[in-house]
């Protein structure tokens, strides 16, 4: 099982960007993906799922309306994705896998995407 | 939301102590409690899930117990490798969420 995620990404202000997770080695349609945030020297903030089996998605409250999460089945890859970035986006940025109420949340994790967003 | 509040926010002890760290729920959460060790510059590691079953390949000196709104992760006997932040998450209701993190220090 691995989940790789695209690289470390420097944006400015009211910029967009579209960040990525690619899944690979289990069936990517059966185990739901979330994004996880972690500004610097903070703690961890869950921010959405989705399963890509029929792209059901919850957000969290927090990050609603501020970021967008898609999946792409055929490339067994999950995104998230912001419309106009702010300096407070600043934070790393993981997925992980989440198998449903037998499982364990989160079992395998991306390495993480280091987002910062200066002027 | 439920809120998580964990306790202490950080704590040092020797090797071989018997460590315990304690998360609290604004509501019920049932059993649907997991608990991450996370080392510095490194990915979330999930330690137990379900409030008390160990992930596989994680040592047996790591013991989660408790439900509904109290849950306690006890590591037996404290090892140089523990020095970490640990989190708890429930993830009974949407939004899911973490507690704010303990920092274990040796």
């Known amino acids: 099982v691995q989940l790789v995620q695209s690289g470390a990404e420097v944006k400015k202000p009211g910029e967009s960007l579209k960040i990525s997770c690619k899944a690979s080695?289990?069936?990517?349609?059966?185990?739901?993906i979330a994004w996880v945030r972690q500004m610097p020297g903070k703690g961890l903030e869950w921010m959405g799922i989705?399963?890509?089996?029929?792209?059901?998605?919850k957000y969290s409250p927090s990050f609603q309306g501020r970021v967008s999460v898609s999946v792409d089945k055929s490339n067994t890859t999950a995104y998230l994705q912001w419309g106009s970035l702010k300096a407070s986006d600043t934070a790393m940025y993981y997925c992980?896998?989440?198998?449903?109420?037998?499982?364990?949340?989160?079992?395998?994790w991306g390495q993480g995407t280091l987002v910062t967003v200066s002027s | 939301d439920i809120q998580m509040t964990q306790s202490p926010s950080a704590l040092s002890a020797s090797i071989g102590d018997r460590v315990t760290i304690t998360c609290r729920a604004s509501?019920?959460?049932?059993?649907?409690l997991a608990w991450y060790q996370q080392k510095p510059g490194k990915v979330p590691k999930l330690l137990i899930y379900?409030?008390?079953t160990l992930e596989s390949g994680v040592p047996s000196r790591f013991s989660g117990s408790g439900s509904g709104t109290e849950v306690t992760l006890t590591i037996s006997s404290l090892q140089p490798d523990d020095a970490a932040t640990y989190y708890c998450?429930?993830?009974?209701?949407?939004?899911?969420?973490f507690g704010q993190g303990t920092k274990v220090e040796i």
């Open positions: 509501q019920s959460f049932g059993s649907w």
């Open positions: 992980a896998r989440w198998g449903g109420y037998n499982y364990g949340p989160f079992d395998f």
């Open positions: 998450q429930q993830y009974k209701s949407y939004p899911w969420t």
């Open positions: 989705i399963y890509p089996g029929d792209s059901d998605l």
């Open positions: 379900k409030a008390s």
């Open positions: 080695g289990y069936k990517f349609i059966t185990y739901y």
